[in-house]
């Protein structure tokens, strides 16, 4: 069981910076690959980041590639999603989640969802 509590959104100008992280619970919380989706006003939820258990792999959505990195500290059970170069199309919840599969931005794939943070990014 791992249980997962995000923070770091907010509001910022179009251009800027936030980090986002995500706690989690469990002591199996290094054997999972992590991942950051989002979920923006009457959209679906679209995968954005993910990474691999031991933090050696990472993959990306088209729209964040070169803007957004995805890392993680096993010691401390923290998950991070640094967001550079924000745009008001970056608005969203973001969802952190957990995998048993690797390296995937399949959502069915996820296992367990934190509650989600509110980034705004305004023009």
């Known amino acids: 069981q791992v249980q997962l509590v995000e923070s770091g959104g907010g509001l910022v100008q179009a251009g800027g910076s936030l980090r986002l992280s995500c706690a989690a619970s469990?002591?199996?919380?290094?054997?999972?690959?992590m991942g950051w989706f989002r979920q923006a006003p009457g959209k679906e939820r679209e995968f954005v980041a993910t990474?691999?258990?031991?933090?050696?792999?990472?993959f990306y959505a088209d729209s964040v590639k070169g803007r957004f990195t995805i890392s993680r500290d096993n010691a401390k059970n923290t998950v991070y999603l640094q967001m550079n170069s924000l745009k008001p199309e970056d608005t969203a919840v973001y969802y952190c989640a957990a995998t048993p599969s690797g390296l995937t931005g399949e959502e069915m794939a996820y296992d367990y969802w934190g509650q989600g943070t509110q980034v705004t990014v305004s023009s």
């Open positions: 469990g002591r199996t919380f290094s054997s999972y690959g």
């Open positions: 990474i691999s258990w031991s933090g050696g792999n990472t």
